[in-house]
């Protein structure tokens, strides 16, 4: 059973919206650990999306998607979301779920860091 299960990429034109689903089946959410999404596209390098306390304590955004995208969580379905929104062509990439350590968790939603990933959900955004 993988740790970390992405789902809901696909193909849409500039200004459209997509959201992504990561289900963490084997966290257990009330130890607030640090899960998040990064992304990196052909020929780029990683790079941190946004991040989230699973106790509920705080999110962290990179600046190139704050006001447009939106991670959340549920905690009965061990799933977190990405909400993207007012997608840019530059918003294609492999957007990964990962987790993090506590500690890290501001730093990773910039520098894309994480311990733990998934395997990945592609998103494509055409002008």
């Known amino acids: 059973q993988e740790w970390l299960v992405e789902s809901g990429g696909g193909s849409v034109q500039a200004g459209g919206s997509l959201r992504l689903s990561c289900v963490a089946s084997r966290y257990t959410f009330s130890y607030n650990y640090c899960l998040g999404w990064a992304r990196q596209a052909p020929g780029g390098e990683r790079e941190g999306v946004a991040t989230?306390?699973?106790?509920?304590?705080?999110?962290f955004y990179a600046d190139s998607v704050k006001g447009r995208f939106t991670i959340s969580m549920d905690a009965a379905t061990k799933t977190i979301y990405l909400q993207l929104n007012d997608l840019k062509p530059e918003d294609s990439a492999m957007y990964y779920c990962?987790?993090?350590?506590?500690?890290?968790?501001?730093?990773?939603?910039?520098?894309?860091?994480?311990?733990?990933w998934g395997r990945g959900t592609q998103v494509t955004v055409s002008s």
């Open positions: 989230i306390y699973t106790g509920g304590s705080g999110t």
């Open positions: 990962a987790a993090e350590s506590q500690a890290g968790c501001e730093r990773a939603a910039t520098r894309g860091d994480f311990n733990y």
